[in-house]
């Protein structure tokens, strides 16, 4: 199981691009790469998953290198309302294996 | 589409008294269902999974336990809280085939007096 390292905060201001990087470097060979959002008092939201190479939705893109060792969550012009924890997720998406939620990157938006 | 649904919302109980919270999940068959906690600040610790009717995997040990008495219907019990209990208790589902993306609840706000 793919443990993750995250930065525990940051800090960016509205209309910014704010990058978010996970380390994981025990990734396997099958394991999927996932992000999701979690504002106080709610569940986490799906954001994005990937394999490698980048990936792009209509709130989010993730760039994975080559190695997958690292990965990296681009949130384009944040808002005030991108203030939340963001977690980073990696694991064999063909299996119900364990997932472990870190404490995750605790993201602070300022006007 | 689907949808998944926790209650209550909110909870105050006293220690030593028994617990039972639901999870429902609609628009999907033979999900996955999970049971997470997470304390104040502090990333999510799963507690139990299950891949089928009466199949439930514990994680980590406790006074809790989980049932799935449906396809779509988990339940998580508890017959004496203590203070420790307390928490953010969290449902989700995922895919049959998969544990990810997985989808979850609104929560209950579990406090024990």
């Known amino acids: 199981l793919a443990k993750t390292t995250q930065p525990i905060s940051m800090d960016s201001y509205e209309g910014q691009e704010v990058n978010i990087t996970c380390s994981h470097n025990?990734?396997?060979?099958?394991?999927?790469i996932t992000w999701y959002q979690q504002f106080p008092s709610q569940g986490p939201r799906f954001i994005i998953q990937g394999y490698k190479t980048k990936v792009t939705n209509e709130v989010a893109s993730l760039f994975i290198p080559a190695d997958r060792k690292s990965s990296t969550l681009s949130l384009p012009r944040v808002s005030l309302s991108d203030t939340a924890v963001y977690y980073c997720l990696v694991g064999d998406l063909s299996s119900a294996s364990k997932i472990i939620f870190g404490s995750g990157t605790r993201l602070s938006i300022r006007p | 589409s689907q949808t998944i649904h926790q209650w209550p919302a909110t909870l105050v109980q006293p220690v030593g008294s028994p617990l039972s919270l639901e999870c429902t999940v609609e628009g999907t068959s033979n999900p996955n269902l999970y049971w997470y906690r997470q304390a104040a600040g502090r990333g999510l610790q799963l507690l139990f999974y299950?891949?089928?009717?009466?199949?439930i995997s514990s994680e980590v040990p406790q006074n809790l336990s989980a049932s799935r008495p449906q396809d779509r219907q988990f339940i998580l019990s508890s017959k004496k809280l203590l203070l420790s209990d307390s928490g953010f208790y969290l449902c989700a589902w995922s895919a049959s085939l998969g544990d990810q993306p997985q989808h979850f609840g609104d929560g209950t706000r579990l406090s024990i007096l």
């Open positions: 025990n990734i396997a060979t099958n394991d999927y």
């Open positions: 299950s891949v089928g009717i009466g199949q």
